[in-house]
């Protein structure tokens, strides 16, 4: 008989659930799909309350864990996620910050040890559908690279998902958005992208209109308060949040089912 229909994503830290991936999360809970969200670090080199930085005088690793986990709980019910697992290992930080160097952090963990885990985790849940980052982790960043490289491990050493998308944020939508923040006068402050930032569209094969879960994710958003990043996006006109968050779009990169070669549904093909 077949599982249970199943979406799992695997994040990086407290807060990637949102962006990418918020809308889907919601949507298929929704539909009675069961969901599941694996958090690979817990987020110890993100801000400290009053937006103290890594090394700043006064920013506690182990309270911004702390924090950043309560966070994820608020979020992950605002998008109704069925399941949260934690792999629980520490934050990486930026490329070239100083907590790179140390062997324990998540960037540092062998692959193929970290993708044990994480195939447990496929095992126990037998999702059908898996989400992680590109091979660049969507900007760079060495946990989210981590991430993409033990989700692909897992996914191959199980042979369980039948799909896997790599996350995507379509160029044209972000130059549109750029434009449309210009026009109103929006005040930017120094928030710029650089022109090759995104993914060529022509390269996109799913876009999903989570735009009827809009408000469920500016709450996830707003439920991650410490963390800068998201509160930019919080500061935007309405229309300009709703153009940034009312779709999510991927890359398909494994399919075993026959699915068209652009979608608007992860499970094409599978339901």
């Excluded at 994040?11 to 690979?40: K, M, N, W």
């Excluded at 910050?97 to 126990?124: G, I, Q, T, Y």
């Excluded at 390269?203 to 989570?210: A, K, P």
């Excluded at 991927?250 to 979608?263: D, I, M």
Aim: a negative charge.
């Amino acid at each position: 008989m077949e599982s249970e229909l199943t979406l799992m994503a695997v994040h990086a830290h407290p807060d990637d659930e949102v962006l990418s991936t918020g809308g889907i999360f919601a949507q298929y809970a929704e539909e009675g799909i069961r969901t599941v969200l694996v958090t690979c670090t817990n987020g110890e080199q993100g801000d400290a309350p009053g937006g103290i930085k890594p090394g700043q005088p006064g920013h506690d690793p182990a309270e911004v864990s702390r924090l950043r986990l309560a966070e994820l709980r608020e979020s992950a019910a605002h998008l109704a996620i069925g399941h949260v697992e934690l792999l629980g290992y520490p934050d990486s930080g930026m490329a070239g910050w100083d907590a790179n160097a140390d062997a324990a952090v998540f960037s540092n963990v062998p692959v193929e040890r970290a993708a044990a885990r994480l195939s447990e985790l496929m095992e126990k849940y037998r999702p059908q559908v898996v989400v992680t980052y590109d091979e660049n982790g969507g900007y760079g960043h060495p946990d989210h690279i981590q991430a993409h490289r033990i989700a692909i491990a897992a996914a191959e050493a199980t042979g369980i998902p039948r799909k896997l998308y790599e996350t995507a944020v379509s160029r044209a939508r972000i130059a549109e958005m750029m434009e449309y923040l210009r026009s109103t006068g929006a005040d930017m402050g120094d928030f710029e992208l650089p022109d090759d930032f995104g993914t060529p569209d022509e390269e996109i094969t799913t876009v999903v209109d989570v735009s009827a879960y809009f408000e469920r994710k500016r709450k996830a958003l707003e439920a991650h308060a410490s963390q800068g990043d998201s509160i930019f996006l919080l500061r935007m006109p309405e229309e300009a949040q709703l153009r940034a968050l009312g779709h999510e779009a991927f890359v398909r990169r494994l399919s075993t089912v026959t699915a068209p070669g652009q979608e608007d549904d992860l499970f094409a093909g599978l339901r």
